[in-house]
């Protein structure tokens, strides 16, 4: 995945580059963009920024729940260690795309409080985002690979749920401890994708403001 952080850093840099600097990429202070242009950028942020928002909502509190609850621990590790990259990788391109169209068609020059504070949070998904595909990600799998190791020298990890770990990691001061590495890791990447997806959620609720139906 070393090329979608690359990809990821340069789409990052030019969000940026377009919310301070809108005019070097075409912008027009006047407000006198093509309104077909204008529609194309709207469309462009809201399914961005809905299939970020829908996929954070899935993995965080829905599909990640039932597939641990329903499969092997081992092997729900190793699927997750699959999806985790990419998933990360998914919303860092919608959000660094949802922040390039929203800084363009609100210039941080000309925007109200309002619109800056958007900026924020949308930057702020993406950097949350950022920070788990870059550095807890990684992190996370090599120590879970690490606790497979123990627990398979155990003849554990092919059930079900905590409850065969916990009781050994009683009498096996190894897995203890890498439990404990791991669980503290596993956390500041949850916390992070907590982040993630409140600074997407507040902004949901921006967008809702804006709706006519």
């Known amino acids: 995945m070393a090329w979608m952080t690359r990809f990821l850093t340069a789409v990052a840099f030019l969000a940026i ?3 301070f600097s809108p005019e ?3 912008s027009k202070s006047d407000g006198q963009n093509s309104p077909v242009f204008i529609s194309v950028l709207k469309l462009a942020h809201l399914l961005c920024f809905s299939t970020a928002w829908g996929a954070a909502l899935w993995v965080t509190f829905i599909g990640g729940i039932i597939m641990f609850k329903h499969l092997p621990r ?6 997750q260690s699959k999806m985790f990259p990419a998933y990360f990788s998914m919303v860092g391109v919608c959000c660094a795309v949802a922040v390039g169209s929203f800084g363009y068609l609100h ?3 000309t925007s109200g409080a309002a619109e800056k504070y958007q900026l924020g949070f949308l930057l702020a998904a993406f950097a949350f985002n950022l920070s788990n595909l870059i550095i807890f990600t990684p992190m996370t799998i090599e120590m879970m690979k690490q606790r497979h190791k123990i627990e398979r020298e155990a003849n554990i990890g092919e059930e079900v749920g905590w409850t065969k770990n916990q009781q050994e990691a ?4 190894k897995l203890a401890a890498m439990n404990k590495k791991f669980g503290m890791i596993h956390g500041l990447s949850s916390l992070a994708n907590i982040m993630s997806f409140g600074s997407l959620a507040i902004h949901s609720w921006y967008l809702a403001g804006k709706l006519n139906l």
């Not at 081992?74 to 699927?79: I, T, V, Y």
């Open 107 to 109: 210039p941080w020059k």
């Open 17 to 19: 580059g377009v919310i």
């Open 170 to 173: 009683k009498k096996n001061p």
């Open 24 to 26: 070097t990429f075409g």
């Open 74 to 79: 081992h092997q729900f590790g190793n699927l």
